[in-house]
């Protein structure tokens, strides 16, 4: 089961079928010396979304400007005013700083989570040089040829041989299991790939790959 990573627009998608359809060999995809990896790594940088880690400051500054605790804020204040009486009030403003500071402590931890599980090396089985080979998902490249596995999808891919069912449920409503087909080339030149338009063909980052056949 064979699918172009990082999908290229331009006719990477039609030769390949195309290739595939003449009974071409899968080995002969990315051989040595005729896929310009450094150059296309060079234009379109690493395969990789950064991140930067997340501020507990900035996290608690933004619990405390909420709506709702700005108004309780004012309530307690105009009540401080009115009565003259302190001693409850300022319990419940504690009490209600130490919420959004616990509430900013959760929510900084779980950004941390997110953030070492998207750090984490993602190996993508690539056919190169006439195998496949192991490597990073961060250094895909359009025009790559991998072969798809069950699992989380790391990059934008065309399926080119085989089927795959996907969990599409971060995309859409309703069904989110979506079965995939193969890229069907066409010989009209005025028709090209366009993931709007050839969806049912396209693994998109982030969905699940199900099952596949």
């Known amino acids: ?66 709506p709702f605790v700005i108004l309780q804020i004012v309530e307690i204040s105009l009540f401080m005013w009115a009565f003259k009486y302190y001693i409850f009030p300022c319990v419940l403003a504690a009490i209600l700083v130490a919420g959004c500071g616990v509430s900013a402590f959760l929510r900084h931890a779980q950004q941390l989570r997110l953030l070492a599980v998207a750090s984490q090396p993602r190996l993508v089985p690539v056919v190169h040089k006439g195998c496949v080979r192991a490597m990073r998902a961060k250094y895909l490249v359009p025009g790559d040829v991998v072969v798809v596995q069950p699992g989380l999808a790391v990059c934008d ?7 795959v069912l996907a969990e599409e449920a971060r995309f859409r409503s ?27 063909c396209t693994i998109f980052t982030g969905s699940v790959i199900q099952q596949k056949k």
Not at 4 to 20: I, N, P
Not at 157 to 163: A, C, E, F, N
Not at 174 to 191: A, T
């Open 1 to 66: 089961m064979l699918g172009l990573g990082c999908y290229d627009t331009d006719m990477t998608c039609a030769m390949f079928k195309q290739y595939l359809c003449i009974g071409g060999n899968w080995m002969h995809f990315n051989s040595a010396g005729s896929w310009p990896r450094r150059e296309r790594r060079r234009v379109y940088g690493l395969n990789e979304l950064p991140v930067s880690p997340p501020n507990l400051a900035l996290l608690i500054v933004a619990e405390l400007s909420s």
């Open 174 to 200: 309703g069904n989110s299991q979506v079965r995939k087909v193969p890229y069907e080339y066409g010989h009209d030149p005025e028709v090209q790939y366009h993931p709007d338009t050839c969806w049912p």
């Open 157 to 163: 891919m065309v399926l080119l041989q085989g089927h």
